[in-house]
């Protein structure tokens, strides 16, 4: 956006001086995917001109200046927060059972600890397994499959056959940091991709996810405009259009 799109939008400013800050409070970006995936990203943001800052706690932010717990404050006019989301939990829930980021405990059946007949699911739940000792990751593929086992154990329950325990199959995880670079992790085998290859599998997987065929070709065909032209095709216009006299005797003198 800042080589591209924001100096055809805004012809009159100097995007040379603006300065991107990704501030992360962890020790790394990404740090939920392999270490190879967390240092490539990094990378790659500074290719991208983006000043990365780990180990950053953000503590206020008053309209001009960012402070923090353990380092200086940056000055800043715009701030996009992405620090997360937080679950919506409906009164009545024992509050002993709400931990970090409004999950509540469930059982290895996704139902609420301590409850008869209250099951959570997806990002709102917290399960401990020996394999998630701190809860599963607050992804789309954690909430599918704990919604489809819920279900076949529902139909089980009702069948008087034995529940199964929830187990998550992790296939993997992607991500995407600009134009040709991502960055893939698959667990087994272990492999881990970079760069243009793992951002076409990016794409491919996401084409593929997306409902019906002409949305999927819509989409497409929306990737190879912004690809080819560097651009977007939606425009905001909150200034009012002023047409200059000057443009109308222009367009019949050329014409
Ligand atoms: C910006 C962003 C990017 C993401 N990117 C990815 C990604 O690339 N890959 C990935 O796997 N995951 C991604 N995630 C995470 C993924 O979206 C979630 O893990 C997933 O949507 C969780 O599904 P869910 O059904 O548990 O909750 P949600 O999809 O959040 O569904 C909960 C629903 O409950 C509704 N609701 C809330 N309160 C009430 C109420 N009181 N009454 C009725 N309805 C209510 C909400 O409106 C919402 O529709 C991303 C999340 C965000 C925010």
């Known amino acids: 956006m800042k080589l591209y799109i924001l100096p055809k939008d805004y012809p009159e400013i100097d995007f040379s001086k603006m300065k991107i800050y990704l501030l992360e409070g962890s020790p790394e970006t990404l740090a ?35 402070t ?12 996009i927060w992405a620090a997360g989301i937080k679950g919506n939990i409906p009164a009545g ?24 007949n209250v099951y959570a699911i997806g990002d709102v739940a917290y399960m401990e397994t020996p394999k ?4 599963h990751p607050q992804v789309a593929s954690v909430s599918i499959q704990q919604g489809s086992t819920l279900a076949k154990n529902f139909i089980n329950a009702f069948k008087n056959k034995p529940l199964k325990e929830f187990e998550y199959f992790d296939k993997g995880s992607m991500a995407t940091v600009g134009r040709n670079l991502a960055v893939v992790d698959i667990p087994k085998p272990k492999l881990h991709f970079k760069g243009f290859f793992a951002w076409i599998i990016w794409m491919t997987l996401h084409l593929m996810l997306i409902l019906g065929v002409k949305n999927r070709l819509f989409v497409f065909l929306n990737w190879l405009y912004n690809y080819f032209t560097h651009d977007q095709s939606l425009r905001l216009l909150f200034r009012d259009f002023y047409k200059p006299k000057s443009y109308d005797a222009g367009v019949k003198k050329a014409s």
Do not use: C, W
């Not at 923090?68 to 701030?79: C, D, W």
């Not at 998630?132 to 809860?135: A, L, R, S």
């Open 93 to 116: 829930i024992d509050p002993s059972l709400i931990v970090r980021g409004n999950r509540v405990k469930t059982d290895r059946y996704n139902k609420v600890i301590g409850s008869e």
């Open 132 to 135: 998630y000792v701190h809860g």
């Open 32 to 66: 939920s995917m392999s270490d190879q995936s967390s240092i490539d990203s990094k990378k790659y943001l500074e290719k991208l001109g983006v000043t990365v800052i780990t180990n950053a706690r953000v503590q206020n932010y008053d309209g001009n200046m960012v």
């Open 68 to 79: 923090f717990e353990n380092m200086q404050p940056i000055g800043s006019r715009l701030v």
